[in-house]
């Protein structure tokens, strides 16, 4: 049975009692009469209306449901919280805007008199999540960084005839307590560069100073560490995943012919986890005149594996960056395919804040639903729309000049030129470039 709600119009003196069902607008609702102490009367919809379910049954039980015991909806919405929250597990899962739109839009239309509604575009999904995104994942928010902290990037790049260009970077962190122990992913974040600059800004995003950094040799990552917490002995350690330069230095005997059960390259097992340990690799590889690769590889981490080995056991006990290869993977799974269509900055993290809660198995429609609920209710079913303030905005009235906020500016500017040759050899002026992604090689489309 649902509850009474209040009048819509504050009147406290008022009798609220179901005045029948509302079918103009969409689903049917269950409408409500607000009767005064002079027998005046007004109707409203209430702030999360009841609606019918799904062949008026509970999906649950299976019972029969009456219009006022069904799911809800905002009354000035056209789908179900539970079709909202539902959308956006889908897209954190690796579903695109508009297939998502289409599933919700199929499911919305069930029981309506209305003819189901054509959807070409994924702009009614992509509008709930700048509004619905930031509710949704609050549960899982982080708010400082933690003692140890992994991080890598991915690059997302275009194919342009030969020409390859760097489109956007997916920067990535997981987190560590002081012991080295319950890992979990901590943030991903989008950029169009992974530098030093986008790195520090991606770290100055919340508060708090690791007791140590976990990365492979990446200049970016290691600028942005130092620029975020500083440089020297006051510096955050860096530590450089020991897995790759284990990797890297068995390739380099691999060269010389050095291979499994060599006593060098069993030596190579315990050169990063002591000074001794490295002392011991380091003499065998000189010692031996012919290896020319393992002698340069040797050279060239010499200095930096003393300082490292030297202050290891001082660290917690985290030495590889495997723990944020994963989440990495994922993102590229779910972002690869559609690389091209990712065009904006705010957009792409919120989508990321998706796949983080999809990775953290957090994603559940339920809860979801819950936390949308409440938000809807805390601003009387109609919360603000935000989804406008993070388009990108239009430069002088010239679509040459478009400016995308999630591209790097080579990529952006070889797409300008690209839609400038085509508009020559079509005689049409472009009002907005899409991409068909085939293999490494994009075909950019001109509607």
């Known amino acids: 049975m649902a509850a009474v709600p209040a009048c819509a119009r504050g009147h406290e003196d008022g009798h609220v009692v179901r005045d029948g069902v509302q079918r103009s607008g969409g689903r049917a609702r269950q409408r409500w009469r607000c009767t005064l102490p002079d027998a005046s009367y007004h109707r409203f919809l209430g702030v999360m209306s ?17 219009v006022h015991e069904g ?48 959807v070409v575009g994924g702009q009614t999904v992509a509008e709930w999540m700048a509004d619905f995104v930031p509710v949704v994942t609050a549960r899982q928010q982080p708010t400082e960084w933690p003692p140890v902290l992994v991080l890598d990037s991915t690059r997302f790049r ?18 560590y307590d002081e012991n080295g122990e319950h890992g979990r992913l901590w943030k991903l974040a989008s950029a169009p560069a992974n530098d030093a600059d986008n790195w520090k800004a991606f770290l100055d995003t919340l508060p708090g100073r690791p007791l140590s ?22 510096a955050v350690p860096i530590h450089l995943c020991e897995y790759h330069l284990i990797a890297k230095g068995r390739a380099a005997l691999g060269r010389d012919g050095i291979g499994y059960g060599h006593p060098t390259n069993e030596l190579l097992h315990q050169a990063l ?74 957009r792409m993290d919120l989508l990321l804040e998706l796949v983080r809660m999809a990775y953290l198995r957090a994603d559940d429609a339920g809860v979801y639903a819950t936390d949308i609920r409440e938000h809807l209710i805390n601003h009387d079913g109609r919360p603000p729309r935000s989804y406008r303030a993070i388009y990108d905005t239009w430069g002088p009235k010239d679509n040459e000049k478009r400016s995308y906020s999630l591209w790097a500016s080579p990529a952006e500017k070889a797409a300008r030129d690209l839609r400038s040759a085509e508009r020559k050899k079509t005689g049409k002026p472009p009002t907005r470039a899409n991409a068909r992604v085939e293999g490494n090689t994009t075909t950019t489309v001109l509607r």
Not at 93 to 104: C, L, N, P
Not at 213 to 234: E, F, P, S
Request: glycine share 8%; proline share 3%; aromatic share 8%.
């Open 50 to 66: 009841r609606t019918r379910a799904l062949d008026e049954t509970c999906v649950e039980c299976e019972n029969h449901l009456e």
């Open 273 to 346: 986890a002591t000074p001794a340990g490295w002392d011991a690799f380091a003499h065998a590889v000189y010692s031996d005149a012919d290896s020319v690769s393992a002698n340069k590889w040797v050279a060239h981490w010499d200095k930096r594996m003393r300082v490292q080995t030297q202050r290891r056991d001082s660290l917690p006990p985290v030495y590889g960056n495997g723990a944020i290869e994963g989440p990495m993977t994922r993102v590229r799974a779910v972002l690869e395919s559609r690389r091209w269509t990712f065009r904006n900055r705010a």
């Open 158 to 175: 275009w194919n342009n005839h030969g020409q390859t260009y760097d489109l956007f970077s997916v920067l990535g962190a997981y987190g």
């Open 213 to 234: 950094v976990v990365c492979d040799r990446d200049l970016g990552i290691i600028g942005g560490v130092q620029r975020a917490w500083g440089r020297g002995k006051k």
């Open 71 to 118: 799911p809800v909806a905002p009354s000035t919405f056209e789908y179900l919280v539970r079709e909202v929250a539902t959308a956006l597990v889908s897209v954190g899962r690796g579903m695109s805007y508009t297939d998502a739109a289409k599933r919700v839009r199929m499911t919305a239309n069930v029981g309506k008199k209305a003819e189901l509604r054509e």
